[in-house]
């Protein structure tokens, strides 16, 4: 009589490790759909086979959360090292299976970490990313905080996003390629990657994570970016800005459009919109600091290109991190480069030049400037010769300070300055190169 799938599918007929038979019957066992789930499971636990894997695979398509636990805890106890096991058992989620995988990374240190901490990324349960945060940024075995990178990947879509945002960036900058260079690959699968791209400063990078990055944001799409920009009048637009717009838009493969406000307030142009296809305009106002334009005329020009296709405003130019740090290095590197200054009351700061305030919000960003760059900041007519300060700069005294007019391309505060003082910001390579970076990541 010929032998019922119970009988011939049972474990005592599972043919050895080196029987030329063990394939082609283990393929019979998956193929079977009848087959007895807790005799096999009852054999592993109790020894009589052994926890292998392609038996595991075999079985893989039967298990449950349940089955899948009991079959970690026989590898927990040693029924096998082959984390080939794992990959099967990982398949599966469940409040229990979480729970014993917390215990055994509680219980056993660094031993078994690197094969455990993916499952725990598997199992998605928000309350673990502390978990593999700690494993992470900890002093911890290179191969256990990679471990814990890869189980962050595995259950991305589960991390509070401003915390994991937060801690991805940490590595990316961190001294360590082998964790910097996968943490960048996780950030650029976040939403809007090309922002939090802009969020690195590629002097923070090692070498090869900053090609990484730029080979990330070649592949990334950009959307039509429009740069608003302050302008002289009639609406003209300084050289250095449209050859800025021109490296710009080849770099991003991407229409790039200069909006001056000292022009007619236009439509959105129709080729600029065409090209976005559906897809948002990007506004970013190239202007440094929160006075009436960036508080009421950037809006307004943002509500009217909004009747015609979705925009995506950006913070002007002056709230960015990255750019205020670029600016206080360029203040460190003029006073470094002059000869020491001195007043009565001991050195004298460098001066940051800018147009006089009418809001008391501009002010406040000016207070925390001045400090945060080591300087003062000054306010300074157009007519800087007329003014107090245009005076004292024109005496040209033996001990003066550095002076860098906040402006970005030359204006008529920089023709009324004397020759002494610092070019206009676009002129210094090192804050192009930082202004450059952060365009070129912009959604």
Do not use: K
């Not at 058992?89 to 690197?114: E, N, T």
Request: hydrophobic share 45%.
């Amino acid at each position: 009589m010929a032998c019922t799938p119970e009988t011939s599918l049972l474990p005592a007929a599972l043919p050895g490790p080196e029987s030329a038979q063990r394939w082609p019957w283990l393929q019979r066992l998956r193929r079977s759909s009848d087959v007895p789930l807790e005799a096999w499971l009852q054999a592993i636990e109790t020894g009589a086979l052994s926890l292998d894997a392609d038996l595991i695979a075999a079985l893989a398509p039967r298990l449950d959360a349940a089955a899948a636990l009991r079959l970690l805890d026989g590898w927990l106890r040693g029924g096998s090292r082959d984390p080939a096991v794992l990959q099967v058992i990982g398949q599966h989620r469940g409040p229990a299976l979480a729970a014993r995988l917390r215990q055994a990374l509680a219980a056993d240190g660094v031993g078994r970490a690197p094969w455990l901490l993916p499952l725990l990324g598997h199992q998605r349960d928000p309350a673990d990313f502390a978990l593999l945060s700690s494993w992470l940024l900890g002093p911890q075995p290179l191969r256990c905080r990679q471990a814990a990178l890869e189980g962050l990947a595995v259950g991305l879509s589960s991390w509070p996003l401003p915390a994991l945002r937060a801690l991805l960036r940490q590595l990316v900058t961190g001294l360590q390629p082998s964790l910097a260079a996968p943490a960048l690959d996780l950030l650029a699968r976040l939403p809007q990657p090309r922002r939090a791209l802009a969020g690195l400063a590629p002097a923070a990078l090692e070498p090869s994570v900053q090609r990484r990055r730029q080979r990330r944001l070649a592949a990334l799409p950009a959307n039509p970016l429009v740069l608003v920009v302050h302008g002289r009048s009639g609406g003209l637009i300084p050289p250095e800005l449209e050859v800025l717009r021109a490296e710009l838009q080849s770099l991003r493969r991407s229409p790039v459009l200069l909006q001056a406000l000292t022009a007619a307030a236009l439509p959105v142009p129709e080729p600029l919109r065409q090209a976005a296809e559906g897809q948002p305009l990007s506004l970013m106002p190239l202007l440094l600091l929160p006075g009436s334009h960036v508080c009421g005329d950037v809006p307004a020009l943002a509500a009217r290109w909004r009747s015609s296709g979705p925009v995506i405003r950006l913070p002007f130019l002056g709230a960015w991190p990255l750019w205020q740090q670029a600016l206080r290095q360029e203040v460190c590197a003029l006073v470094a480069a002059s000869e020491p200054s001195a007043g009565d009351d001991g050195p004298l700061l460098p001066l940051l030049l800018h147009h006089p305030l009418r809001s008391s919000l501009a002010g406040r960003y000016l207070a925390h400037l001045g400090p945060f760059c080591g300087a003062t900041c000054l306010p300074t007519p157009y007519s800087a010769p007329d003014s107090d300060a245009g005076r004292s700069l024109l005496e040209d005294p033996s001990d003066r300070p550095v002076v860098l007019p906040l402006v970005l391309a030359s204006n008529r505060l920089t023709e009324a300055l004397p020759d002494w003082c610092a070019e206009p910001l676009l002129q210094r390579p090192a804050l192009r190169a930082c202004l450059l970076d952060l365009l070129l990541c912009l959604p």
